[in-house]
């Protein structure tokens, strides 16, 4: 679940508890200094705010997926709690036809917190199906619009059943005893929310998320299914959603549609967005920032009030600070950070991990270099009789290729001779109209990437996929993660060797982003190997390298495949890495194979000079 | 059979509607990627200045244009002031952008002119029906549904046989190829939030009309529908979003006359649900556009 203990459980539990200390500690002092029922009543609903906050950073943080649906399921829980938790008496006055016999129905506050909870999550669970289905990725455009009509829904139907919800004019305003009076459980559920969030942001779950909103198809192609993982930090998120939005209901003693509705959306989205969505530490900066920005906007447009001079009394200024301008300072704060700083304040900083790397990590050693695998299980890989057409084109015919462990194929062909495509069919990208392949005796025609990647084809990119905001090591971990699950019947290797093999210890720490061609070559490598394959597919590892930086890639590849007891397949156009580094080659030339041997043979095949070097020659 | 076909002709022109808002967020989307949750505020905007307009003695023959005008004039506005900035940007960023200038158009109204309902009196011919072998038929349904394909032959005419529509169409399907091929970014950029506030304002003018009112969240419902509208007939295909208004009109209409009175409320509920299932089984809409992978 967690690669290493201290880095991701104690000290994010550590930072958990600080950034708790200090959001309730200022608060507090807030409380202190103005002294009065509205400031206690504000700090209350800041905490309560942070809860939902948190919770929402869980879906939208770790996925990247724009959610406006979190405060529907807010709303769901928030009348299931009611409804379950007033008292039967109450419930005559405000809904005494409740369908499903539920006014004679009363059970403890705690109690309805879980039915609260329960009912979200079936319902989290069916839009996680519907958004699964829509294609959800980072960004994605249709997924934020099922999310916008989860809101809309659950407003409409809150308005247009009164039976249940009390309507939108009388509400479910109800006593169940009292309202919430201590602040105890709001402390308690915010101290967890902040732990569950920290947690499964280091956790395996949370970590392949992060790579699938870092990069969809390198993520797919490293065996990570995102739409798992992307339905994993829904409920996780409905769930504390649901916990935050039944504590503000019972705090307020009662429910509107409209407190659960646009207004509160863009509130908890903008404390979110101004904090910095990749980070829960950002989300609780976004909260206390946001909190205080609008408490300041309130009180200048309250009569008499002023800073610096600045206040409601004086015209002209009368005329810009007055009563709600909390809601305008929302709006332009929201479109203020889109326009001059799109990931907020702090990015994806996270303060426990800062901690970490200051006071946890220590001195760490080089590992020693990785003697290569002696016993290596034999298999094969065996592509036959592949054709693919895209209309009336025939990019494939009947091509094939085999490889057994240990080996290193090469294929080349010049432009438009059908090699990505065949990369393409048997990486799953591309479905082939006819043809078969397989690892040993297992078919893998008609899967998915990322069960590919399972099964052990394991690729790399031509144009790089990295996770760029991830660190170097966090990349490698990722496939480790994944091939400590599904690839456990081979040797999976230590992620630091591997790193170390790649030649990027000294840049372990830095994002990938941040690293240099040559570098972020070397990582991609490290990461295909950190899958244990059976084939490493490498689609033009050389691409944008100098002839000398080619000669190493040489030695690496062959290496690096000999540690992990990989075959690798190589597509190249560059006739020297190819021959170079192949045990094997096949050519290819419009849609076939037209020659298949060693380097020396092939070069020598009369049809392969007229075909390929014929062509070149034109160039 | 004769309340079908009423229903149908309510649909349709409920549907025009829909249409014309939904072609103006998908042709926004296709040059930018932009889904611009902000395009009810060519409502809420011209809806202010309608009731402005009135209470100085203009009438709806002179308010029409203005309307139309305004819709546009707050189009360019906002694409000057907010959406120019973060042309490039992430989906995320952009969504969230147009997300705010909605939040702040509508707290703006509501903070320095008034949280309460500003009545538009409706014009005189709007409750009026005529017969036609049997059926009763509003002439506002007529008007609405002659006008918008008056408006949308326009728009085909004009996307298909002009410069500008050439320049459109390419930026749409490679805004950096078309811009290689000496295609000016800002002139078709600017020229499709023109265009997209022109169809707004078309809608604008029947949206108030219908309403007789403005309030400061009256782009809501309007942006929700033609979002939903682009999104049923597949983003990034105009042809879809013109399909996916219609379909959304004919059905709000049609399941609201089928639904037992109890129920009747839930309607836009239960439209919500047949979107959710489209989607499950057409992911990509009605006319969904092939999105390729690059690898």
Redesign the interface.
Known sequence: MFPNTKRDIVFPIIGSAVLFVILLGGGLIYQTIIGNGSAERLITTMLINAIIVIGIQIYIGNTGILSFGHIGFGAIAGYAFAVYAISPDEKLKRIPNAPFGLTETQVSPIFAIMIAVGVALIFAFIVGIGLARSGAQSGAVAATVITLAVLFVTHEVAKSWPELTGGNRGGVSFAIGASLGSRWPILLVLFAALVVARLYGQSRSGRLAIAAREDNLAARAMGVNPLVQQMVALLISVTVVAVGSSLRVWQIGSILPDRFFFDYTMLTLVMLIVGGRNSVTGAVLGVAVMTSARELARRLGQNGFEVFGIGLDEPPLDWIFRENLNSVVLGVAMVGFMIWRPTGILEDWEFDQWLYRKFGRGDEAEPERMDELEDIPDVRFTASDISVSFGGFQALSDAGITAASGEVVGIIGPNGAGKTTFVNVITGMVEATDGHFSIGDRPLEGKASFELARSGLVRTFQNLRLFGALTVRENVETASLVAREHRSDRTVRDVDSLISEAGLWEHRHRRARELDYGNSRRLELARAAAMAPSFMLLDEPTSGMSDTESVTMIEQVRHMAATVGAGVIVIDHDLGFITGISDRIYVFDQGRVIAEGTPGEVQANKAVQAAYLGSLAED | MSELLQNLIDGLGRGSIYALLALGVAVV?GIM?L?NFAHGELITIPGYVTFWAFNNGWNWWSVIPLIVVVSILSSLLIERI?FS??RG?????????S???????S??F???VSASVKPIPRPDWFAKTVAVGGLRIEIFDLVVIAVTIVVLAGTTWLLQRTMFGLALRAAADDFDTARLMGVNSNSVIRGAFALSGFLAGIAAVFWIMREGQVTP?AG?NPM?QG??AA?IGG?GSLRGAVLGGFVLGLAEVLLRSWLPLGIQ??T??FV??M??LL??FR?GGLLSVPQV?R?
């Open positions: 989307f990627h889904l907010a900035r973060v940007s992430k989906d995320f960023t952009m969504l969230l952008t997300f705010g200038v909605h939040f702040i158009v707290a703006g509501l903070l320095y969240t809501i929700l979002v939903l999104l983003l409320n839930l836009t509920g919500f649900v979107i959710a989607f499950i992911p992978e690898v």
